[in-house]
């Protein structure tokens, strides 16, 4: 199916977590409950019944869909996908096929009927949420379930899932592509362990009853139009993956009163940034609370960020990732037809110096600026007499039309200050006979274990002499560091192995989700300058688990979850 058209046009749009979990608002009997708020009911073990008490206080006084899509627009999003039935199984809109819904409680009003007017008002493309394995109301909708849910356990009461999808899931579904007009995607979540046929069944329908709508692939067992990251999951090296980020503005998705977590304009727009650059969507979520409010701390963002976009949305909209063979030191980049954007972290002064673009530049200009001066030479683009400030708050761009769609170097060369740059999505996998090891779509391997094969670089350096060897990792959704993963690197003859610790932790963006670290490996030597090759491997691995107790995926897919080895003169 051909996305270009909507998807990979929009770039950005609003994701809105609201229901019933909105009400207790993280607490539950008189304490706070970890985990995301829309999950309370799974994180503080609410039985179906005591939960399904909440949609008696259920009155939003203050909701306004106008005012909730007319902050989309102000934001620069393009599209606004909003939690119809989460994983609490309650419906946001008038449904024949549950009473467990908005019109049962004191509201009585269709949300998603209110919000498709009003995005149609607002130039935004209604989307929806629905959460088709996950139905913690309903005695066949349930998975992992937890004491007490129900008033019979499931191994007494017989649970069929395909009773329940065939019953409620699929004719919900049915109703949402019917009575609300066009809908521009289909967000489904947590396929856990779905079948085949009960994958393709969710997504036949969506394309039966509106073609043009696009089904994520959260859907599962393959399906899917396009791919969702994990959640607050970046990519490091996808360049145009066709897929999605779907990112909070602060560690929850669904309103908790006491998340004040909020993370900054420049994150926010670096994680917009980061997501084009590599060829994805930022979905960014917004969690009213229970009177249907946004938090005045999202809106303050997202009109900052909407502000930011009106200058620069040219190198964000339609735009797509450049493959540069190692993250530019600089910032970003991003391509659309003929045109390269450069998108300054730190803007360089009065000079700077492009490499390993291939083009004929035609022009360049700033955006919604002047027209800035440049010439080649010595394969290298140079731009003189640049404003000594940056012109723009938070990232600067500077836009350069060429000759042809962008072309650039794709050999690994050691940059200026010295440092040589490995990601693992630049990489060769030499996989052993049998073994799963690849590289995801973030660009990161998986399955990358004791025996299963390496990875392989060539690259060039032009300054002999000694290097550190430094090894980027992160982990998925653990913070605790884990101990006695043994690398084996072969560069030149020479050979280091080291067991990995954790030397410097990163704090960033991904801090709270997968946190980075910094692990030294030790040092190598280049007698001369050239090209070589450098491999590494697993040499030794605990067993542990992959996934903490409050994730959805138990697959134990034990790996190292390399990002890049950085070669740093000594």
Avoid at 305 to 333: C, D, Q, R, T
Avoid at 337 to 362: A, Q, R
Wanted: net charge negative.
């Amino acid at each position: 199916m051909d996305t270009a058209s909507f998807f990979t046009d929009a770039r950005f749009g609003m994701f809105i977590h609201w229901g019933l979990y909105a009400i207790p608002a993280g607490e539950w009997g008189g304490r706070e409950i970890p985990g995301i708020g829309e999950q309370i009911m799974r994180f503080a073990q609410i039985s179906a019944d005591e939960y399904a008490r909440l949609a008696g206080s259920f009155s939003p006084r203050a909701f306004d869909a106008e005012a909730w899509a007319a902050l989309a627009e102000a934001a620069g999003m393009k599209y606004l996908v909003i939690t119809a039935k989460h994983h609490d199984g309650f419906a946001l809109w008038d449904t024949a096929y549950s009473e467990f819904s908005v019109m049962n409680s004191p509201f009585k009003r269709d949300i998603i009927a209110e919000l498709a007017g009003a995005c149609a008002r607002h130039n935004l493309k209604l989307c929806i949420y629905y959460s088709q394995r996950q139905d913690w109301h309903e005695p066949d909708g349930v998975w992992h379930e937890w004491p007490g849910q129900f008033p019979v356990p499931a191994a007494e009461r017989g649970v069929n899932f395909d009773r329940y999808m065939n019953a409620k899931a699929l004719p919900q579904i049915r109703e949402l592509l019917t009575k609300y007009g066009p809908v521009g995607l289909v967000w489904y979540d947590t396929p856990t362990d779905s079948t085949f046929e009960q994958s393709k069944a969710f997504y036949d329908l969506v394309h039966e009853l509106q073609p043009e709508c696009l089904v994520c692939d959260r859907v599962g067992n393959g399906f899917g139009d396009y791919a969702v990251l994990g959640d607050n999951e970046f990519p490091y090296c996808a360049d145009n993956l066709n897929g999605e980020v779907p990112a909070t503005l602060n560690h929850t998705w669904g309103f908790k009163k006491n998340d004040h977590h909020w993370k900054s304009v420049r994150d926010l727009l670096y994680s917009l940034i980061r997501s084009v650059s590599n060829g994805c969507n930022y979905l960014l979520n917004v969690g009213p609370d229970a009177d249907g409010v946004i938090p005045a701390p999202s809106v303050e963002r997202l009109k900052a960020i909407g502000e930011w976009l009106k200058v620069n949305g040219e190198a964000i909209y339609g735009a797509s990732g450049v493959p540069f063979p190692v993250p530019p030191a600089w910032g970003a980049a991003t391509a659309k037809g003929n045109m390269l954007y450069l998108i300054f972290s730190e803007w360089p002064g009065t000079n700077f110096t492009l490499d390993g673009v291939l083009n004929k530049v035609k022009n360049a200009r700033i955006l919604s600026g002047p027209q800035v001066n440049f010439e080649r030479k010595n394969g290298s683009i140079h731009f003189a007499n640049l404003p000594e400030q940056p012109p723009c708050e938070y990232f600067s761009v500077l836009a350069l039309e060429l000759d042809a769609p962008v072309k650039v170097d794709p050999a690994i060369r050691q940059a200026s200050d010295g440092t040589v740059s490995l990601l693992s999505g630049r990489a060769e996998v030499e996989a052993e006979s049998g073994s799963k090891l690849a590289l995801d779509r973030k660009g990161v391997p998986v399955y990358f274990q004791p025996g299963t094969g390496c990875l392989r670089w060539t690259f060039s350096v032009s300054k002999p002499g000694r290097y550190r060897v430094e090894a980027l990792t992160n982990r998925h959704w653990s913070t605790k560091w884990i101990d006695g993963i043994e690398v084996a690197i072969r560069c030149s003859g020479q050979r280091l192995s080291r067991v990995l610790t954790a030397d410097k932790p990163l704090e960033n963006i991904q801090t709270k989700y997968h946190p980075e670290t910094e692990s030294f490996v030790g040092e190598i030597s280049f007698d001369r300058a050239g090209e070589y090759e450098l491999s590494i491997e697993i040499a030794a691995m605990p067993v542990f688990k992959a996934h903490n107790a409050l994730s959805e995926d138990q697959d134990d897919t034990r790996s190292l979850n390399l990002i890049m080895l950085k070669l740093i003169p000594a």
